[in-house]
């Protein structure tokens, strides 16, 4: 549903810019057309440019021989990563897509996704995006025309194009003095745009990881996850459920000192546990009055009326010891809530259904689709709720905590984000253009390499061109189909999700 109303309010939007941009074009002919050429902007279908030569002047500012050296440098080991170890590394990932659905037991499954705003990514963070991959884009351009001027070739102008929501910088440099380069002086140029995205996805990675320390003066982190919002039509909303600013220290045991710990104890609240409790105390609590029986894929032993308790069924350890004593039940009703006041130890599949000493593990008896949630807070009492763990997935958290009232209007956490977006976006977009494929730079990549095959062979242009019509047509059918499959996948996984 967000998708399409996303879908819907991009449309609306260009279609209001198309309206006015035709509207002006007929009513105020010579003025508006002065003031777009003077401002470089140009409107069409479902996009918008921008154009400026402002930035010539700045990378032909004369530099000092020791920069240029540096440059040189700087770009032929870029260009050399870019070849020997990016390129093949995308080609066999984007190839490996097809390959999982023709032969899935040939190869092993791709971990490669399709980012979607208002599918698998929530539009609230949209300007995030953006950013990040306008950022990432600019700066992909920015070295192609750094390593253009480097190499003496003529800087006519610099754009960005959004399609869509899509921005898309782009240089356009003289073809004429780009051709009269020697190969290895094109391929620098030519893979300067994917080796700037590796340099500025490696930064921004560093910054990500930094981001604590670089805070530390003004905000706390490492003290749990810090509740900043709660949709309201979350059942965990509510008086007996999580408060805003509900400070949360850990999930069904699993320890949460920051947001990365948070989604680690996500992934693993999917696995089914058990309580281990004394023989004692299950003598003196247990509530069961009537025979348990079957009902939804799970037992009954507690009276209907009974919302604060449940139904336990008894799990006998693996490979249990000799002395083990085992309980001479197998269900028994009682409070959760009061076993998790207590001190209260975990027991699962993973270590044998095992407890220490004169305990014995009890799991819940719950349907499949039904979890038993323990979420610990600090100051408050912990929060029990039976559901499932993807309903604590929309829960907003940041893991800094503002040392002054008036530092709490900003967060790291959105520095952060953009941190993470940028190193997706910028490997993303470095990962697409190697690839052989029409309009990428790994279309002229792909060119220049053939030609150094043929002059090592010594070959003719005819070899040369057909070599690199056979591969771009390879490349450029095998990424399409894969972008498009991808795409589709992360639409479908999210309708039924």
Known sequence: MAFSLFCAFVAVFYGVLLFFDLFFKSCMHYPYFAFMEHTGLKVGFFNFTWTTTAFNRFLLRRRGKRTTRFLQKFFTFGSFITIVAFLPFSLWTIIRVPLNEMAPDLTEKTTVTAIVPGVNLPLDDF???????????????????????????????????????????????????????SIN?????????????????????????????????????????????????????????????????????????NALDWRNCLMKSHERYGLCITAEYISQNDEMIVEAYQHDNAYVCCKLNYMDSLCFEYIEPKNADADVVVLPGQFYCLEPRKIVENSYQLCTETDEYRCKKNHHCLRPSLNNATYLLILQRQQYHPVLYLGTPRELEVLTVDQYFPRLNVLSLFSPKQFERFTYFVFIFSMGIGFLNVIPCYGADGHHIARNLIQLLAQYLNKDSNFVTLYTMITIIFGTIVTWVSLFYLFLRAIMQSGLD
């Not at 070295?143 to 240089?171: C, K, R, W």
């Open 127 to 181: 300007w995030i995006y953006f950013m990040s991959i306008a950022v990432s884009t600019v700066l992909h351009e920015f070295g192609h025309a750094l390593a253009a001027v480097n190499e003496d070739v003529q800087l006519l102008s610099f754009g960005i194009t959004v399609y869509a929501i899509l921005p898309m910088a782009y240089v356009q440099l003289n073809t004429d003095h780009l051709n009269s380069l």
């Open 185 to 257: 002086r094109r391929l620098r140029i030519y893979c300067a745009g994917v080796w700037h995205n590796l340099v500025t996805a490696l930064i921004a990675l560093l910054l990500f990881l930094a981001t604590p320390t670089l805070f530390s003066l003004a905000y706390k982190s490492n003290l749990g996850v810090r509740v900043t919002g709660i949709p309201d039509y979350s059942p965990l909303k509510g008086e007996r459920g999580i408060g805003h600013e509900d400070v949360i220290t850990s999930l069904n045991g699993c320890k949460v000192n």
